[in-house]
């Protein structure tokens, strides 16, 4: 009932979005729905699947060490854990619980930093980089590429961030969105540096932390 409520929902957002975006005065209403669309969405397919009540715990540790983290590393610009927990989250648990740390953390921190506009679009690029760990995990077992991986993915969260806010708030030109993109460059730098840092420090000690507390969640013991 709970997945079939949410499925409509996400047609109503997403068709309500196509039809604001034709009205090139409200592109920010438009994006706004559309990412509650993608949200509802992502909502729907996690909720379809099965998460035992040992899986959601650790979900919410992992979004929650993540959103303390950023809150806490605030004062530095950019520079957060919340990327690399997430991509060492879909590497050793899958794209599941990596887009579900990826959400959370992102609106749970939030409530520290600053709710708007900007939030849905931090979940889904959050939740987006869990779901390319969960894809790429077989390449990303190794320190280097895995924090090569959260360098790289540390401009595309600023790249998806200044994209959305350029598409909102800026002329629809060609000079406008370089204009943007140039302006966020140093602090999707500073993001994209910090993720390297954190994963060459701990990236594959936290993934093999992962992995065994999920071979423990996985494991059965039959009483003959």
């Given at each position: 009932?709970?997945?079939?409520?949410?499925?409509?929902?996400?047609?109503?957002?997403?068709?309500?979005?196509?039809?604001?975006?034709?009205?090139?005065?409200?592109?920010?209403?438009?994006?706004?729905l559309a990412a509650?669309?993608?949200?509802?969405?992502?909502?729907?397919?996690?909720?379809?699947?099965?998460?035992?009540?040992?899986?959601?715990?650790?979900?919410?540790?992992?979004?929650?060490?993540?959103?303390?983290?950023?809150?806490?590393?605030?004062?530095?610009?950019?520079?957060?854990?919340?990327?690399?927990?997430?991509?060492?989250?879909?590497?050793?648990?899958?794209?599941?619980?990596?887009?579900?740390?990826?959400?959370?953390?992102?609106?749970?921190?939030?409530?520290?930093?600053?709710?708007?506009?900007?939030?849905?679009?931090?979940?889904?690029?959050?939740?987006?980089?869990?779901?390319?760990?969960?894809?790429?995990?077989?390449l990303l077992r190794?320190?280097?590429?895995?924090?090569?991986?959260?360098?790289?993915?540390?401009?595309?969260?600023?790249?998806?961030?200044?994209?959305?806010?350029?598409?909102?708030?800026?002329?629809?030109?060609?000079?406008?969105?370089?204009?943007?993109?140039?302006?966020?460059?140093?602090?999707?730098?500073?993001?994209?540096?910090?993720?390297?840092?954190?994963?060459?420090?701990?990236?594959?000690?936290?993934?093999?932390?992962?992995?065994?507390?999920d071979r423990r969640?996985?494991?059965?013991?039959?009483?003959?």
């Amino acid at each position: 009932m709970r997945s079939r409520a949410a499925h409509i929902a996400f047609g109503v957002a997403l068709g309500a979005a196509a039809a604001v975006a034709f009205a090139t005065h409200a592109s920010a209403l438009a994006l706004l729905l559309a990412a509650a669309a993608l949200i509802v969405g992502g909502a729907a397919w996690l909720d379809g699947g099965p998460q035992p009540a040992k899986e959601v715990a650790v979900i919410a540790t992992l979004a929650a060490a993540a959103a303390a983290g950023r809150v806490l590393l605030a004062p530095i610009p950019d520079v957060q854990p919340v990327t690399v927990i997430v991509v060492v989250t879909g590497v050793a648990l899958g794209a599941r619980a990596g887009i579900a740390v990826g959400a959370s953390a992102a609106f749970v921190s939030n409530f520290f930093l600053g709710q708007g506009l900007w939030t849905p679009w931090q979940m889904l690029a959050w939740g987006a980089c869990g779901a390319i760990g969960a894809w790429l995990a077989p390449l990303l077992r190794r320190r280097v590429p895995l924090a090569v991986a959260c360098f790289l993915l540390g401009y595309f969260y600023g790249f998806v961030l200044d994209a959305w806010n350029w598409y909102a708030f800026y002329p629809h030109t060609w000079a406008s969105f370089l204009a943007r993109q140039a302006a966020g460059f140093p602090f999707d730098t500073a993001h994209a540096v910090g993720n390297l840092l954190l994963a060459l420090a701990a990236g594959p000690e936290l993934r093999r932390l992962l992995e065994r507390y999920d071979r423990r969640l996985r494991t059965e013991i039959v009483w003959a």
